[in-house]
């Protein structure tokens, strides 16, 4: 089947903060129809974040994945670590206008989500954003080369 913006492969991790978040969003996704590539980690213990950031990304650049969902406490750790990777533009949203603005803006290939400051009920409206928001290239194409 063709790959669209409803059926990616994308790959998904938290540390200890953001664990309960990444049970939800790969449910999300699951039912978005997304093929979801769970890599931990499988607990509430503690964890340190960039390990789970570098796996999600090192499966982006491998290719094959098109996308990836990163989730610690604030999701400024995950975000740090994610846009290390070249190739990698990890997005820090806090709701749905941050996160459309970001796919259709910087063409973000990483949502990273602070469990501990994101309200749970927009949590849908977030993602729905981030999945369902194409990126709009023209002038926007040249900006993201320049990163
Ligand atoms: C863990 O306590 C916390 O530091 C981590 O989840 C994250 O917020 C780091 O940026």
């Known amino acids: 089947m063709e790959e669209t913006l409803y059926n990616m492969k994308v790959a998904i991790a938290s540390d200890h903060a953001g664990f309960k978040f990444k049970?939800?969003?790969?449910?999300?996704l699951e039912e978005q129809?997304?093929?979801?590539?769970?890599?931990?980690?499988?607990?509430?213990?503690?964890?340190d974040?960039?390990?789970f950031a570098h796996t999600v990304c090192e499966a982006i650049e491998q290719g094959g994945t098109q996308m990836g969902v990163l989730i610690c406490g604030t999701g400024i750790g995950m975000s740090m670590a994610a846009n290390r990777h070249k190739g990698i533009?990890?997005?820090?949203c806090k709701d749905g206008g941050t996160a459309e603005m970001t796919r259709r803006h910087n063409n973000a290939n990483v949502l990273c989500i602070g469990a501990r400051n994101t309200n749970p009920a927009i949590l849908h409206d977030l993602l729905g954003a981030f999945f369902n928001t194409e990126f709009e290239g023209g002038r926007h194409e040249k900006r993201i080369n320049k990163i």
Request: aromatic residues 10%.
């Open 49 to 51: 974040y960039p390990e």
């Open 23 to 28: 049970t939800r969003i790969s449910k999300w």
């Open 89 to 92: 533009r990890a997005a820090l």
């Open 33 to 47: 129809g997304h093929n979801v590539r769970d890599f931990g980690p499988d607990s509430e213990d503690s964890v």
